[in-house]
């Protein structure tokens, strides 16, 4: 699968941004989705994932109750609707689909199969 991230902008602290992840292929719905950031001179962490026919979703502690990790199946797409942002959360985001869990943590990105190219969200103090 390929998978092409949009919503890139530069937002002022408080404001809100949506990312999207478009997916190509027909099995959309057989993939746990999930997104990840890197801040320049950090390792990429994970922020949020949504797992596949439960479409149960879990979150980093550093983006709870501010982020909201959702899908359209129909559209072949993931969101991340990020609200009340932080200059904190400044980094490169990229989204991530599991075609088969491995038994690792999805928190970890060796869980994950295909990845996106980044998108560059930066928010200002």
């Known amino acids: 699968v390929q998978l092409q991230a949009s919503g890139a902008g530069v937002v002022q602290a408080g404001g809100s941004l949506r990312l999207s992840c478009a997916a190509s292929g027909r099995t959309f719905s057989t993939y746990t989705m999930g997104w990840f950031r890197q801040a320049p001179g950090k390792e990429r962490e994970f922020v949020a994932v949504?797992?596949?026919?439960?479409?149960?979703?879990y979150y980093a502690d550093s983006v709870k109750d501010r982020f909201t990790i959702s899908r359209d199946n129909g559209k072949n797409t993931v969101f991340l609707q990020m609200n009340g942002l932080k200059p904190e959360d400044t980094a490169v985001y990229y989204c991530?689909?599991?075609?088969?869990?491995?038994?690792?943590?999805?928190?970890?990105?060796?869980?994950?199969?295909?990845w996106g190219r980044g998108t560059q969200v930066t928010v200002s103090s």
């Open positions: 991530a689909a599991d075609a088969v869990w491995s038994g690792r943590s999805y928190y970890t990105e060796y869980e994950w199969d295909y």
């Open positions: 949504i797992v596949k026919s439960v479409d149960r979703s």
